[in-house]
């Protein structure tokens, strides 16, 4: 099972350089899949968020979950799997950006950028934010293929799991501003 998946993983991404990328691509999409380099995209934008009222909840939600993302991917599933990353493993491939860790499972920027997506989808009123935050995720995951740093599968399993932080993210910020909201009322009231 696991020798198809590779199998399918390598194909998707040979096709992808045969056939996709061009230079109109490349620029872009090599810039922005390096905005994602430590999550910093993303956590600027959470940060911003935290700075106005209208949208603490959600800047707090995205930080939460990208914080989540960060141990369920980052320090715990990749250094238990270990998985090389494409350039080491398929015969004369090439990534179109430097990736100094040599762990490829799961996609610590597809789940970053997922983590704040969903948290946002899931906390801010306006439709237009809630779509650009999704597809903002959307392209930082495809843009992962498209450079070759990341298969297909832990593109996948990254969306996965940044959407379930994601979604944790803003349930425990919905739970703690009820908590607190609780002991405020009930000081108010001995």
């Not at 935290?50 to 979950?65: C, E, K, N, W, Y």
């Not at 599933?77 to 430097?98: C, G, H, S, Y």
């Amino acid at each position: 099972m696991l020798e198809m998946v590779q199998q399918w993983d390598e194909s998707v991404l040979v096709w992808i350089a045969e056939h996709l990328r061009n230079p109109v691509l490349s620029l872009p999409l090599n810039f922005y899949t390096q905005l994602g380099n430590h999550g910093m995209l993303f956590i600027i934008f959470a940060a911003v968020l935290l700075l106005f009222r209208q949208t603490r909840r959600a800047g707090a939600s995205a930080a939460t979950g990208m914080l989540l993302g960060l141990f369920v991917t980052n320090l715990t599933i990749k250094p238990l799997v270990m998985r090389p990353r494409p350039w080491l493993v398929i015969e004369n491939f090439t990534a179109l950006v430097a990736e100094h860790d040599p762990n490829s499972f799961p996609s610590g920027h597809s789940c970053c950028a997922f983590a704040f997506g969903m948290a946002l989808y899931l906390t801010l009123p306006q439709k237009w934010a809630r779509v650009t935050a999704l597809v903002a995720a959307v392209i930082m995951a495809l843009s992962r293929l498209y450079v070759g740093v990341h298969y297909p599968s832990d593109v996948i399993a990254g969306t996965l799991i940044g959407i379930l932080c994601g979604m944790a993210g803003a349930w425990i910020v919905r739970r703690a501003e009820a908590f607190l909201q609780k002991r405020r009322a009930g000081a108010k009231n001995p």
